[in-house]
Structure formats: C-alpha cells, structure tokens
C-alpha cells in the first residue's frame, strides 16, 4: 500500500483525505472487512469532518463485515509503505519527482514491489494475482447498490470482492 498525499504532495487534490494505492492489488486475505453502502449514502462534506461529524463512522461500527478469510498472522500491524516519488506520475519536470525519471515507471514498479512485496508473497513480475482461467467473463454492474441484490444467487462463493468507485 502507498500512501498518495505523500507521493502526490502539492500535486495532491484532495491532501485532507487518508487515501491509498496498491501496487497489483489487494489479496482477499489482506481485506479485514468492508461497509456496503446503502442505496440513499451521501458522502460526507470535508466542512462536515472538520467540524466532527461521523455519520460514516458511526455506520462503520454498526454494519463492518468482517472477512474471515483475513490473515491477521501475516497483515496485522503491518504499515503502508508512505510516500513513492518514484511511482507518482506527478509532473516529470518537477522537483523531485524529476529525481527519479531516469527509469521506466515499470522498473520503478519492479524495484518497489522487490523491496516491499514479501508480505503479499512477489514472485518477481506481474501480475500480482494470476488471473482466474475459470473466470469466463465479469459483468459490470449498472447499480451498484442494487446488482448484488438481483443476482445474489448467481455470485460465486466466496465473494472475492466488489470494487465500487
């Protein structure tokens, strides 16, 4: 995991927000639990967090679905990486991420994840999660909140994971 604001810095749009990026992806062992979001969820104002509300946190606390496939034995207490100038794409003629445009972001990548990757079991290249041969086609849901819902019988066990931006 890479921390963006401090890849990003000045560059980053949002320095308020707590965001991550993961080099390959994220293992289903490595997802402690997740929040699905209900159809009327209303993301919160950065004026509403400055002045302490939490209707997200509060909704966390009650409706976290833990994975018990979570591996606390390997990813507990387990830290991001901070911040990799190497692999920002932040303005290549900016100081410092001019520093590090004598590689190709894919060696950068490989350097980084050599370095970082023991903990999620790098093998040396991409991609980090082998596709599926089993896995014929993903169709990609048009509702989110409402997809699983109407087709609950159709998605396979476990539920590796749904990704909504």
């Given at each position: 995991m890479i921390k963006l604001s401090d890849s990003l810095l000045q560059f980053d749009e949002y320095p308020?927000?707590?965001?991550?990026?993961?080099?390959?992806?994220?293992?289903?062992?490595?997802?402690?639990?997740?929040?699905?979001?209900?159809?009327?969820?209303?993301?919160?104002?950065?004026e509403q967090l400055k002045n302490g509300e939490s209707n997200f946190y509060d909704m966390a606390r009650k409706h976290l679905a833990f994975n018990r496939d979570y591996n606390s034995n390997k990813f507990k207490g387990q830290p991001a990486s901070g911040g990799q100038l190497r692999l920002a794409g932040a303005p290549q003629s900016e100081w410092p991420w001019s520093y590090y445009q004598n590689k190709p972001l894919r060696e950068a990548a490989l350097e980084f994840m050599q370095e970082m990757?023991?903990?999620?079991?790098?093998?040396?290249d991409f991609p980090l999660i082998a596709p599926r041969p089993w896995v014929k086609s993903i169709e990609v849901a048009n509702e989110p909140s409402t997809w699983l819902d109407e087709n609950v019988n159709e998605v396979p066990r476990p539920l590796v994971g749904v990704d909504m931006i």
């Open positions: 308020e927000e707590d965001e991550y990026t993961a080099m390959g992806g994220i293992l289903w062992e490595q997802v402690y639990g997740w929040i699905r979001l209900p159809n009327n969820y209303e993301a919160m104002t950065t990757g023991g903990v999620v079991d790098w093998h040396g």
